[in-house]
């Protein structure tokens, strides 16, 4: 190689010294070890809006386990001071009927809570088991079960859900029935592209030749590594849920009176919207923070779950 | 892309086969009456009316005429207004819910765009910080709610919009409004993240250096590439707008297909419930599929499951 190469603009070769191989640097750690899931846990409280999701949660339930314990009155109770505004004694006002709205608002956030953690729940579990038994035994079974969940998910979500509650007597049970009954199939899609990702991994493979069992395959290897993406898609179906049941408490499907959701309150108060705004603002302000903070708390959980967004 | 597509017409066949049973029994097993609010009718008259429209007839009887008549697209008279078709019904109300509709769709799809792309262009600054706020917010807020809102403020304190009603074009604006900004919202999210990656890309990068402004390289280059997914989401943009409708219509009084659906759930008009089903069935399915087809059109890297290699 000529001299000239080694150039780099009017730099001489000559200024540049070997410094050699310092050996105890090279292979000293730049960090401490951390384990995936506390990694997770400190990428997770940089994010901002996802902490704020978290902080509001918090506040949300506490206030909905504990507002209607100690509120001086009670939600169904009615005062005899009819859609009064906003005061010291009825902080966000009372209804057409002489019923607190504070009060209200809470015991609806039970229900809201409720049913939109529930219908989570039991997603979870069917979708869980539907794709894990599909993807863990392939071949035909896996054929028929995808083709079902295809089928099935071709269904208009909605109109079979609200169809569904014409046909319960409305209530908290059919609600959670109608919104589980398609709700599943989101999960059992993830949890099988899932199982068949890790299930053609080298180091299952691996596993397997050492002679590990199904039920060590499942416990040490799919559950952890599957577990991000149900986490996260579970934590988006709650704020979903939510949506969808007071969507259908708006059009009057949802859970009887005198219990009320926010859907059902929101609805009663945009009917007195001109005389009294105060019972629709309200409830629209606690579901719109309900599901802005669980979707902040979801898409923090993603970012720190993904290992591509690695600093 | 042949057998694809027929492929895709059997799941809809099944689909709908599905819903029509389903709607069916479920109808059958309904409590309530579509007579029930005229009760003072002697029994005879009761009897005279279920033998009009087949009710006393077994089930499996009622099933096949239900079948039949699906097919052929003929759901029969209403149950609650007498002498009105189903047919009639839906080809009354569908072109208003079409016409809010498609403005529905056009807003969110050019004002997610918008908003996205301003987001992506000043990534990390104010007009992303406000874009952002706004598509989260029109995320979070669902659209009944964001509906009534409006209505108060824009219509009823500030006189900017009629309230309600359906007399001309500037009565569509607030619903349509209403429906499009959850989907506005969405459409505003996937294209900043799409634009973002597309950002980094090396034809970006050139066309930049090339001299191209920002815009002009977001509008004859990056967008085309950072669209993909947003036309992925056209189907269940499609979905919501068809359910968005049910509610919007209802708050502002418009007489479109979408109330009628809701009032005939009500009064338990069956006829109307599974024509107005069916209908919507058919439309949404088929939005879907154009959708999956428009995407491997436009993408050619893209080969469809089942289609010939």
């Known amino acids: 190689m000529a001299k000239k190469d080694l150039q780099f603009g009017n730099i001489e070769p000559d200024k540049f010294r070997v410094v050699g191989i310092k050996q105890d640097e090279t292979e000293k750690l730049a960090d401490k070890s951390v384990s995936f899931w506390k990694e997770v846990f400190l990428r997770f409280s940089q994010n901002k809006l996802a902490i704020f999701g978290i902080i509001a949660l918090v506040i949300i339930a506490l206030l909905a386990i504990f507002v209607p314990v100690f509120s001086p009155y009670s939600y169904r109770e009615q005062l005899g001071i009819y859609n009064a505004p906003p005061s010291a004694s009825h902080w966000f006002g009372t209804d057409d009927l002489g019923r607190d709205v504070f009060v209200r608002v809470w015991q609806g956030a039970r229900i809201s809570l409720f049913i939109g953690i529930t219908a989570a729940v039991i997603d979870l579990i069917i979708g869980v088991l539907w794709g894990s038994i599909s993807g863990l035994a392939g071949g035909r079974l896996d054929n028929i079960m995808m083709r079902i969940a295809d089928v099935l998910s071709a269904v208009p979500y909605l109109l079979v859900v609200i169809i569904l509650l014409v046909v319960l007597e409305p209530g908290l049970l059919p609600m959670i029935i109608a919104l589980s009954i398609t709700g599943w199939i989101n999960m059992a899609r993830i949890v099988r592209g899932e199982v068949l990702s890790i299930k053609n991994q080298e180091y299952v493979l691996a596993a397997r030749t050492l002679g590990a069992s199904t039920w060590h395959l499942i416990k040490r290897h799919l559950v952890p590594n599957a577990l991000g993406a149900i986490l996260v898609t579970m934590t988006l179906t709650i704020p979903s849920a939510i949506f969808t049941e007071s969507f259908l408490s708006y059009l009057g499907l949802g859970v009887p009176a005198p219990t009320a959701s926010w859907g059902t309150m929101a609805s009663e108060g945009n009917k007195a919207l001109t005389s009294a705004p105060w019972r629709l603002f309200f409830p629209a302000f606690f579901i719109s923070l309900t599901i802005f903070a669980f979707n902040a708390v979801g898409d923090g959980l993603r970012d720190a779950l993904d290992p591509k967004l690695r600093k | ?309």
């Open chain 2, 1 to 309: 892309m042949l057998r694809y597509i027929f492929k895709r017409l059997v799941y809809i066949l099944i689909a709908l086969f599905i819903i029509i049973t389903a709607t069916f029994f479920l109808m059958k097993l309904a409590p309530g009456s579509p007579f029930a609010s005229e009760r003072d009718f002697p029994p005879q008259i009761e009897e005279q009316l279920n033998a009009k429209y087949g009710l006393d007839n077994p089930w499996y009887i009622q099933y096949k005429d239900y079948l039949v008549d699906t097919v052929s697209f003929d759901f029969g008279e209403s149950m609650k207004y007498k002498g009105r078709s189903t047919n009639d019904i839906i080809s009354e109300s569908f072109p208003i819910s079409l016409t809010l509709g498609i403005e529905a769709m056009i807003l969110s799809i050019g004002l997610g765009i918008f908003l996205g792309v301003v987001a992506a262009l000043y990534h990390n600054k104010f007009p992303d910080y406000l874009a952002s706020t706004i598509a989260v917010l029109g995320i979070s807020v669902p659209s009944f709610i964001l509906a009534g809102l409006m209505q108060y403020f824009l219509a009823f304190k500030l006189d900017l919009f009629p309230v309600s009603g359906w007399k001309g074009f500037n009565y569509s604006i607030l619903p349509a409004l209403a429906i499009a900004i959850t989907h506005a919202g969405f459409i505003a999210k996937l294209t900043r993240s799409s634009m973002l990656e597309q950002a980094n890309s090396d034809y970006v990068k050139m066309a930049r250096s090339k001299g191209l402004g920002k815009w002009s390289v977001v509008i004859r280059h990056s967008l085309r590439n950072a669209l993909m997914p947003v036309i992925t989401y056209l189907g269940p943009l499609t979905a919501g707008v068809v359910t968005g409708s049910f509610i919007i219509e209802q708050i502002f009084a418009i007489p479109g297909l979408g109330r009628h659906f809701v009032t005939s759930i009500t009064n338990r008009d069956y006829t109307v419930i599974m024509g107005t089903t069916v209908f919507y069935s058919i439309i949404l399915l088929f939005a879907v599929l154009v959708v999956d087809i428009l995407y491997s059109v436009i993408d050619p890297r893209i080969k469809l499951k089942g289609a010939k290699k």
